[in-house]
């Protein structure tokens, strides 16, 4: 089993749509979790990170997490043709202890 | 700087010869980390410090690949005897203890 898994896609959503990206983990005690987006051939850039369990929103973007369910998600609201990226979902047991990517999902955001 | 700043930018080596790349970390930045990633995949953990100390090294694919952070600051990744297999962007990102990594610009290694 993976440590983070994610679905690679590609989830294809129109322009003005809502995008659901999701992630899950294996590592129960886990405790830091984060969103980026990679553009292709660009570096991952942050978007997003979240430590305690529910929402939190900036912008068009809320990250919700669930730690009883071992499940992180991404909601980009009314999405946009420049939001079609790779999303990575990364996670950190603590802090003496690595940072570990999923394998991205693709979002396309069709005009 | 104001980011992590990674050189060279692009490295073409022949096979069986030693390469090192350089990380420079933003100011202040107490954690690093060194990525692989292939095409389509995402990075993949090589090996991370924590100030100078190597805290997980359990992703070096090998004996050829070694890293090091002497004052806590700028890591350097050397990869010996180059093989053709070692092909790929190499990334390095720096953060806080607990608290977000940003990425460099990476390491385009190319092995012929």
């Known amino acids: 089993q993976k440590e983070v898994e994610q679905n690679s896609g590609p989830l294809s959503v129109p322009e003005g749509a809502i995008a659901s990206l999701n992630c899950t983990y294996s590592d129960r005690v886990s405790q830091s979790f984060f969103w980026y987006r990679q553009y292709s051939g660009k570096s991952p850039e942050l978007i997003m990170s979240?430590?305690?369990?529910g929402d939190k929103e900036d912008g068009r973007f809320t990250a919700q997490l669930n730690k009883a369910s071992q499940y992180v998600s991404l909601l980009i609201r009314d999405s946009q043709p420049s939001d079609s990226a790779t999303y990575l979902c990364?996670?950190?047991?603590?802090?003496?202890?690595?940072?570990?990517f999923g394998s991205g999902t693709r979002l396309l955001v069709r005009p | 700087g104001a980011g992590v700043s990674q050189s060279p930018r692009y490295k073409v080596t022949k096979r069986g010869q030693d390469v090192a790349l350089r990380c420079d970390p933003i100011?202040?930045?107490?954690?690093l980390y060194w990525y692989r990633q292939a095409l389509g995949q995402g990075p993949e953990f090589l090996t991370y410090?924590?100030?100078?100390?190597?805290?997980?090294k359990s992703g070096l694919p090998n004996d050829r690949f070694s890293a090091e952070r002497p004052e806590g600051s700028i890591s350097t990744l050397t990869i010996q005897r180059t093989e053709q297999r070692d092909s790929a962007m190499y990334r390095c990102a720096t953060g806080g203890l607990d608290t977000e990594a940003f990425f460099g610009q990476g390491t385009r290694l190319t092995v012929v």
């Open positions: 990364a996670v950190k047991k603590d802090s003496s202890y690595k940072l570990i």
């Open positions: 100011s202040g930045h107490v954690s």
């Open positions: 979240i430590y305690s369990n």
């Open positions: 410090f924590n100030y100078e100390a190597q805290q997980d």
